[in-house]
T-cell receptor, first 114, second 109 residues
């Protein structure tokens, strides 16, 4: 089992560029989510999905879009990158929301916006 | 004030010591998670608790729902336990996870 796969692991963007962070899971998890991790702060929820075709905003959604066309994939799109989006991004999934069996995290994407 | 507070923020221990990391929260929850994040960034789920106590190897997690407090204990600590330990609660309203800022643990040999 690959678990939760995030790509890329590292990315440098210029201000104003757009990009997509990929997240895929092979565990048939219904719930998928994106978090950002900033120094000295807990992980913060950006967007989440409780199943294919269903997405909702989390705590810090501005500047990000998501879609969930399949159970396996949950990409995060940065529309116009800003230095404030420099962060480490984690994708996480679970069998059900709110995660009766716990969460599985991807290995993270370290994004720098210059 | 954050909804989830962890203490201490940083902890250095000698190999073999008994370690305790604390987590307090201020909201109603349905479950509490302890996570481990190693240098290099990957996050691993250690425990999910809704009551009582769980044990896995040298790790023990307890929760007191009435006092809104949880502890993570590491017995016979080892340098490979060095990591960031994160407490997260699943809040009753909105069914979301709220994370603590983490405790940075360093175990010296």
């Amino acid at each position: 089992n690959a678990g939760v796969t995030q790509t890329p692991k590292f990315q440098v963007l210029k201000t104003g560029q757009s990009m997509t962070l990929q997240c895929a899971q092979d565990m048939n998890h219904e719930y998928m989510s994106w978090y950002r991790q900033d120094p000295g702060m807990g992980l913060r929820l950006i967007h989440y999905s409780v199943g294919a075709g269903i997405t909702d905003q989390g705590e810090v959604p501005n500047g990000y879009n998501v879609s969930r066309s399949t159970t396996e994939d949950f990409p995060l799109r940065l529309l116009s990158a800003a230095p404030s989006q420099t962060s480490v991004y984690f994708c996480a999934s679970s069998y059900t929301h709110p995660g009766v069996y716990g969460y599985t995290f991807g290995s993270g994407t370290r994004l720098t916006v210059v | 004030k954050n909804e989830v507070e962890q203490s201490p923020q940083n902890l250095t221990a000698q190999e073999g010591e008994f370690i305790t990391i604390n987590c307090s929260y201020s909201v109603g929850i349905s479950a509490l998670h302890w996570l481990q994040q190693h240098p290099g960034g990957g996050i691993v789920s250690l425990f999910m608790l809704s009551s009582g106590k769980k044990k896995h190897g040298r790790l023990i997690a307890t929760i007191n729902i009435q006092e809104k407090h949880s502890s993570l204990h590491i017995t016979a600590s080892h340098p490979r336990d060095s990591a960031v330990y994160i407490c997260a609660v699943r809040v009753l309203r909105g069914n979301k996870l709220v994370f603590g800022a983490g405790t940075i643990l360093r175990v010296k040999s």
